[in-house]
C-alpha cells in the first residue's frame, strides 16, 4: 500500500508488511507497525524520519527504521534490529530489542531493561543520557565517530562509519553545532565551524569547506536560518 500526504489526525493501525507511507499527517499515531515496513515524512518536521511531536509509536516490529523521531514520541516495545536516530526530547524507550542503535538520543530519556547488544552509559530507570549507540566510540554520532559539543537539537541522517571529526559525515569536521540544525546525507570532506542556528542542509556536496555553503567554499560561522538544499 502506498499512501501519500494523509492528513491531519491520521491514525494507522497495524500497518502491514512492505507498506510505504510518506507525509503522513500531523497527529499520527501508528501502532503494531509491521515488518520491513517504511514510513517517510510522517507528522510535522518528520524510513521513520523526522517523526513529528506527539506521535505515539507502540510495539514497532522488527527491522522497522525510524530516525529523527521528534518530542514528545513514546516508543515502547522496539523490535530486533530496529534503529532510531535523533529521539526527540521527552522520549520513554522501555524494553528496547536487541542490536538497538539509537544516536543522539536528546535530554529525559527514560530506557528501561535495555538488552543484549547495546553498549552505551547509564541505562536505568529515568536515566538522562545523550547520544547512545552500539559499540560507539564517542558521544553523539554513529559508530567510530570522534565528536564533542553537539548542539540542540540537531538531525544527522545517514552519519558514515569511520568518521574523524565532529558532528557529522563522513571525514567531516564540525565544531559547535548550533542549536537546531539539520544536516541531511551530509558527504565526504565537508568542514563545518559554528553552525548557525535553524539551519537546514541537505545533500551536501563533496569538499565542501565552509561558512554560507556553496561547492569548494571556505569559511566558518554559517548564519541563521539558511537553507542549503543539494549544494
Known amino acids: 500500500m502506498e499512501c501519500e500526504h494523509v492528513g491531519e489526525s491520521a491514525e494507522c493501525k497495524r500497518v502491514g508488511e512492505s507498506e510505504e507511507w510518506e507525509h503522513v499527517g500531523v497527529s499520527v499515531e501508528c501502532e503494531h507497525v509491521g515488518k520491513s515496513a517504511q514510513r517517510e515524512h510522517v507528522g510535522e518536521s518528520v524510513v521513520c524520519e523526522h517523526f513529528g511531536e506527539s506521535a505515539e509509536c507502540e510495539h514497532i516490529g522488527e527491522r522497522a527504521e525510524w530516525e529523527h523521531m521528534g518530542e514528545s514520541a513514546e516508543c515502547e516495545y522496539v523490535g530486533e534490529s530496529a534503529k532510531c536516530e ?11 530489542g536487541e542490536i538497538v542503535e539509537c544516536e543522539h538520543v536528546e535530554e529525559i530519556v527514560e530506557c ?17 543520557f545523550e547520544h547512545f ?4 566510540q564517542c558521544e553523539h554520532v ?16 545517514n552519519v558514515e562509519e569511520s568518521v574523524g571529526h565532529e558532528h557529522v559525515g563522513e571525514n567531516v569536521e564540525c565544531e559547535h553545532v548550533g542549536e537546531s540544525v539539520e544536516c541531511k546525507n551530509v558527504e565526504e ?4 565551524e559554528h553552525v548557525g542556528e535553524s539551519m537546514k542542509c541537505e545533500h551536501v556536496g563533496k569538499s565542501v569547506e565552509s561558512e554560507h555553503v556553496g561547492e569548494r567554499a571556505e569559511s566558518e560561522h554559517i548564519g541563521e536560518n539558511v537553507e542549503c538544499e543539494h549544494v
Open 133 to 136: 549507540v552500539e559499540k560507539p
Open 112 to 128: 528501561e531493561n535495555v538488552e543484549e547488544s547495546v553498549e552505551h552509559e547509564h541505562v536505568g530507570e529515568s536515566a538522562d
Open 86 to 96: 535523533h529521539v526527540g526530547e521527552s522520549a520513554e524507550c522501555e524494553r528496547v
Open 142 to 157: 554513529g559508530v567510530s565517530v570522534e565528536c564533542e559539543h553537539v548542539g540542540e537539537s540537531v538531525e544527522c541522517e
Open 189 to 192: 570532506s565537508v568542514e563545518h
